[in-house]
C-alpha cells in the first residue's frame, strides 16, 4: 500500500512538472504570425527547460507503467487529477497567473474526488 | 464544419488516449510484469506497448491542434469524458471492480474541471487589436 502511494504521488509530481517546464520554455516567446513560428520555436529549442520537459515527459510515462503494475487503472487513472490541481498552483506561484473563486472551488473539488477514491 | 472539428480534434484524441491505457493496461496485465528497473525499459520492446505509446502521442497532437482551433474553457470539460471511458473501459475490458464511490470520485472531479473551466481566466481569446492572443 505505501509503495502505490509513492508511485502514484510521482506520477502526479511528473505529471504537473513536465506542463510547467515546457510553460517556462513557452511562455516569452511572441508568435504573432505564420512567420514568427519557426525562429520563435527555435527559441523555444535552446532553452533548458524545455529539456527537463521531455525527460519528465518520458519518466512520467516509465512511472505510469510501474503504476499501472501495481494498481487498477478505474483507480489510479482519476489520481492524476491532483496535477490539474498543481499546475493551476504553480501557475499562480511561477507565472503570475489568477485563481479566482471558480479556480479554487474546482480545485477542491477535485481534491475532495481523489481523497474518496484514495479512502473508500 | 463546427461537428468534424470537434470529432477529429476533441472526441478522437479522447478515444485514442483512451483506448491506449486500456492496450496498456491490458499489456502490462498479461504477464509483462515490471519487477526490476531493466524490465521497465523492456517493456518499450513490447509492440503493443509501442502501439499505446504512438496513440498517446497521436491524440496529444490532435488534442493541441484542438487547442488552436476552441477555446480552452470549451475544450477542458470534455476531459472529464476521459473519467467516464477509463472507469467504464476498465470495468468492461479489464475487469476491474466498479464500486458506487468510484462514481462519485469521477463525479467530483468532472464538477471540479467543469467549474474551472467556467472561470474567466481559463478564457484565452484572440485580441484582434494587437494582433495576439489576449
Known amino acids: 500500500m505505501m509503495a502505490s502511494v509513492w508511485i502514484i504521488l510521482s ?3 511528473i505529471r504537473a512538472l513536465a506542463d510547467i517546464s515546457f510553460k517556462f520554455a513557452v511562455h516569452h516567446l511572441e508568435i504573432n504570425s505564420f ?4 525562429p520563435e520555436a527555435w527559441k523555444a529549442l535552446k532553452h533548458p527547460m524545455i529539456w527537463l520537459g521531455v525527460v519528465a515527459g518520458i519518466s512520467n510515462f516509465l512511472v ?5 503494475n501495481y494498481l487498477d487503472l478505474s483507480f489510479a487513472y482519476p489520481l492524476t487529477a491532483v496535477s490539474y490541481v498543481l499546475t493551476i498552483v504553480a501557475g499562480r ?7 479566482d473563486d471558480k479556480k479554487f472551488w474546482g480545485m477542491v473539488l477535485i481534491l475532495f474526488g481523489v481523497a474518496l477514491m484514495m479512502f473508500s | 464544419m463546427f461537428i468534424r472539428r470537434l470529432i477529429a480534434f476533441v472526441f478522437l484524441p479522447i478515444l485514442l488516449a483512451s483506448s491506449a491505457e486500456f492496450l496498456l493496461k491490458a499489456t502490462i496485465n498479461s504477464g509483462t510484469q515490471v519487477a526490476s528497473f531493466a524490465d521497465l525499459f523492456r517493456v518499450f520492446l513490447n509492440p503493443r506497448v ?3 505509446i504512438a496513440l498517446i502521442v497521436i491524440s496529444g497532437v490532435l488534442w493541441l491542434v484542438g487547442m488552436s482551433k ?12 476521459n473519467f467516464v471511458i ?4 476498465s470495468h468492461f475490458f479489464l475487469g476491474e471492480p466498479l464500486q458506487i464511490y468510484k462514481y462519485f470520485s469521477i463525479g467530483f472531479i468532472a464538477m471540479g474541471l467543469w467549474l474551472i473551466s467556467k472561470s474567466k481566466y ?7 487589436e494587437k494582433g495576439q492572443l489576449k
Open chain 1, 35 to 38: 512567420q514568427d513560428f519557426m
Open chain 2, 70 to 81: 476552441f477555446e480552452l474553457s470549451f475544450m477542458y470539460p470534455f476531459l472529464t469524458i
Open chain 1, 93 to 99: 506561484v511561477f507565472f503570475h497567473e489568477h485563481i
Open chain 1, 64 to 68: 505510469w507503467v510501474l503504476a499501472l
Open chain 2, 122 to 128: 481559463s478564457v484565452v481569446k484572440y485580441d484582434e
Open chain 2, 50 to 52: 509501442d502501439v499505446s
Open chain 1, 11 to 13: 506520477v502526479i509530481l
Open chain 2, 86 to 89: 477509463i472507469i467504464f473501459g
